[in-house]
């Protein structure tokens, strides 16, 4: 990598921590026992949401 993609490289990440963090939080907070396939639900949503936003297809395969 040259040294102008890591300075941007870090500086995206650094202006975008405070949603990483809250993203995360809300990912930890939502509960998902593996055990109870249904109540993954929220996570899932959590993730597509973020993934759609992000321009990616999502399928949500159960299993």
Do not use: C, T
Request: charged content about 30%.
């Amino acid at each position: 990598m040259n040294d102008q993609l890591v300075r941007d490289l870090r500086h995206d990440v650094e202006s975008r921590q405070g949603e990483m963090v809250r993203f995360l939080e809300a990912l930890v907070l939502a509960e998902s026992p593996s055990v109870v396939p249904e109540s993954q639900r929220p996570v899932q949503s959590l993730l597509a949401r973020s993934l759609r936003d992000d321009g990616f297809r999502v399928r949500i395969i159960k299993g």
